[in-house]
């Protein structure tokens, strides 16, 4: 090491450590010599030992009180307050968790912890620096590009579940005996697959993320997410969803209804058998937060962008590329961590992050309902409630009739043995592991994931009436990005409207840049499968092999899986490539999941085994699209609809005028 950079102290000289803690530590303004840990204690003990055991001891006190209270009187208030104290929709009667709980009169209560401590004593900026210097020798390196220089097969999976306890299950006598709501998948002959089966990849959108299966979205050649033979890249847009968070509170089956109606009936309960653990139960449970566990997903998406598509940054020469996320706490923090992963820290300088607000009557593209009233109508936005009820009254009736024979002094509905399944994927993504999910068979595990199959056709889908509309705002911005075309305020023909986009934000060309080569968008679960709708991806609606999902049986291998289409962590790749071997112009492919989707169901897209569509023919097909939607109709229109399967749609378009 050279002289210039760092020249060490000799030990040997006197009160050498002592200059070099002083070199550390912040001036405070005592004279010109810095105040340290060491001078200060030898001049204090000097002073002291002067005085009696006794006196030494009553001055140490009383400055020790001076000392702390100066010190709350006179931090910045951004260091000594904090009102971060989660609210729970519905929850039962608040337990500090430092509290010990008392049992049975605390089952189901709503323990919290307000994390970090209102008014920390300790907390002094001035004496925990962390830009010192002494960084030691860095340069960096080239940039990754794995999806272009690891060649074809050799793309790294993602199983997602570290840190998590994988439970045991139920299993009863007649295991091996398929319940007459399945309907078993002809490829398997009949047979089950118990050893294929997991659990965390049966919770619908609370699956952890996960790299699915490569024949998910109807390419059946061995293909995957890596760049092909002949080719190269030329730029990403990538949407991704938030990490594993609380629940929302609300909802059928919400878990924190359930707690406070067995904190309700706490005084009677007395649970046995594989229920006995809900005598010391209480609700751990925050809600919309990210969870630790969430945070990790969020950071380790990140860190697998770069190493695919880090090479694209070598575009940026003059500028910084422009990420989008939304104002709610868990967006927010979903790409700030997703940032962290991505850049690491610090994260200044390295890229600007467009916060979009999402609230009510805010054009927003990444949160659409929210500028679309028909969708607050139960009976449009929440059609799938009616469908979720029926099926989870078929499904669960043995498993309700079995929990029950273990719980004495409440009686379950089948609400509340479906809100144990949620609670069973909440906790173990906020907690590590949780016992209510060795409740529950793998056939009702399965018809847990098949529930929320079926909330998401008909809210967000297919079967959805809003849900081409929604997904359209960001579509529109996707076809000016592509096309690098600055989005004009008003529509032009063949549109008549611009959808939920802001043009605020997105007529800017500073906020919304329509010509980078790398773009990362985060959104919600919801938002993802509106834009899958609204793409007219069919290869994974199943419509063709399946149909449209039924509540009165559940097919086994069916293509439309909400854990494969939207969990936790989702995110759709489109890719931007140049193959000449294939055609003259740039191709698009889309990945969602680790998967490649086959886009046979956009006009013009060939049946390519790698996916591949050109660019321009993409654009026209959904320009065209596009311009069948009626955005007015659809979120403004006076209409609505009847309950259940008096009427249906497998476009996601409303009624007719």
């Keep these: 090491m050279s002289n210039k950079e760092y020249e060490p102290l000799p030990s040997s000289e006197p009160n050498a450590i002592e200059d070099e803690e002083r070199s550390l530590l912040p001036k405070l303004g005592f004279g010109s010599r810095p105040l340290t840990s060491v001078s200060f204690f030898n001049t204090c003990r000097s002073k002291l030992s002067a005085l009696g055991p006794i006196s030494t001891l009553a001055i140490g006190y009383f400055l020790g009180v001076i000392t702390v209270l100066i010190l709350r009187s006179c931090l910045p208030r951004s260091y000594t307050t904090y009102s971060g104290i989660p609210q729970f929709a519905q929850g039962g009667v608040y337990v500090n968790?430092?509290?010990?709980?008392?049992?049975?009169?605390?089952?189901?209560?709503?323990?919290?912890?307000?994390?970090?401590?209102?008014?920390?004593?300790?907390?002094?900026?001035?004496?925990?620096?962390?830009?010192?210097?002494?960084?030691?020798?860095?340069?960096?390196?080239?940039?990754?590009?794995?999806?272009?220089?690891?060649?074809?097969?050799?793309?790294?999976?993602?199983?997602?579940?570290?840190?998590?306890?994988?439970?045991?299950?139920?299993?009863?006598?007649?295991?091996?005996?398929?319940?007459?709501?399945?309907?078993?998948?002809?490829?398997?002959?009949?047979?089950?697959?118990?050893?294929?089966?997991?659990?965390?990849?049966?919770?619908?959108?609370?699956?952890?993320?996960?790299?699915?299966?490569?024949?998910?979205?109807?390419?059946?050649?061995?293909?995957?997410?890596?760049?092909?033979?002949?080719?190269?890249?030329?730029?990403?847009?990538?949407?991704?969803?938030?990490?594993?968070?609380?629940?929302?509170?609300?909802?059928?089956?919400?878990?924190?209804?359930?707690?406070?109606?067995?904190?309700?009936a706490a005084s009677g309960i007395k649970a046995h058998?594989?229920?006995?653990?809900?005598?010391?139960?209480?609700?751990?449970?925050?809600?919309?937060?990210l969870t630790p566990f969430g945070r990790q997903e969020m950071f380790d998406l990140g860190v697998s962008m770069r190493v695919k598509y880090g090479s694209l940054l070598e575009g940026f020469t003059d500028r910084l590329p422009v990420f989008r996320t939304e104002s709610e706490d868990r967006m927010l923090a979903s790409a700030t961590n997703f940032a962290f992963g991505f850049f690491g820290w610090p994260l200044d300088d390295k890229f600007l992050l467009s916060v979009t607000i999402e609230e009510k009557k805010f054009n927003n593209t990444l949160v659409p309902d929210k500028v679309c009233p028909n969708d607050w109508n139960p009976l449009i936005g929440n059609r799938g409630a009616y469908y979720i009820k029926q099926w989870v009254s078929i499904y669960l009736v043995h498993a309700r009739r079995r929990i029950q024979s273990w719980l004495e002094g409440y009686e379950l509905s089948m609400e509340d043995v479906y809100a144990m399944q949620m609670m069973c994927a909440y906790e173990t993504v906020s907690l590590g592991y949780s016992k209510f999910c060795t409740l529950f068979t793998q056939d009702e595990w399965e018809g847990f994931e098949y529930a929320l199959d079926l909330q998401f056709w008909y809210n967000y889908g297919f079967g959805s009436p809003v849900a081409r509309a929604l997904g359209s705002g960001y579509i529109l911005e996707l076809l000016a990005r592509l096309t690098s075309t600055p989005l004009p305020r008003h529509p032009k023909p063949p549109l008549t409207s611009t959808f939920s986009v802001n043009h605020t934000l997105a007529g800017n060309p500073i906020t919304f840049p329509v010509d980078q080569p790398l773009y990362v968008d985060a959104t919600h679960d919801t938002v993802i499968v509106n834009i899958l709708t609204a793409?007219?991806?069919?290869?994974?609606?199943?419509?063709?092999?399946?149909?449209?999902?039924?509540?009165?049986?559940?097919?086994?291998?069916?293509k439309w899986r909400v854990s494969r289409l939207a969990p936790f962590a989702s995110n759709m790749q489109m890719q931007l490539l140049e193959c000449p071997a294939v055609d003259s112009d740039t191709q698009i492919r889309i990945i969602l999941n680790d998967a490649v989707v086959s886009l046979t169901g956009i006009k013009g897209c060939p049946e390519q085994k790698d996916g591949l569509c050109p660019v321009k023919t993409f654009v026209k097909a959904q320009t065209t699209m596009l311009a069948g939607v009626d955005w007015d109709w659809t979120c403004h229109g006076n209409w609505t609809l009847p309950e259940g399967d008096a009427w249906s749609t497998v476009t996601g378009d409303p009624p007719a005028k």
């Design 97 to 264: 968790s430092a509290q010990p709980a008392s049992f049975p009169g605390d089952i189901g209560s709503t323990q919290t912890h307000a994390w970090p401590p209102p008014s920390p004593t300790n907390v002094i900026p001035s004496l925990f620096p962390t830009e010192i210097g002494y960084a030691g020798p860095v340069a960096t390196g080239a940039e990754a590009g794995l999806v272009l220089t690891a060649g074809e097969g050799n793309y790294p999976s993602w199983k997602g579940v570290e840190g998590l306890v994988k439970p045991e299950l139920w299993e009863h006598r007649h295991a091996e005996e398929t319940p007459e709501w399945i309907e078993e998948d002809s490829s398997t002959d009949g047979k089950r697959h118990n050893d294929k089966f997991s659990i965390f990849k049966n919770w619908g959108n609370l699956t952890p993320f996960h790299s699915v299966p490569a024949d998910s979205f109807g390419i059946t050649s061995d293909t995957g997410p890596e760049v092909p033979d002949g080719c190269t890249l030329k730029g990403v847009h990538i949407i991704h969803r938030h990490g594993a968070r609380y629940p929302t509170g609300s909802g059928h089956g919400s878990p924190a209804r359930l707690a406070s109606k067995l904190h309700s």
């Design 273 to 289: 058998s594989q229920l006995s653990f809900l005598n010391t139960w209480t609700y751990k449970l925050g809600t919309d937060y």
């Design 535 to 558: 793409l007219n991806l069919t290869s994974l609606s199943g419509l063709e092999e399946d149909g449209p999902p039924s509540w009165r049986r559940m097919k086994r291998g069916r």
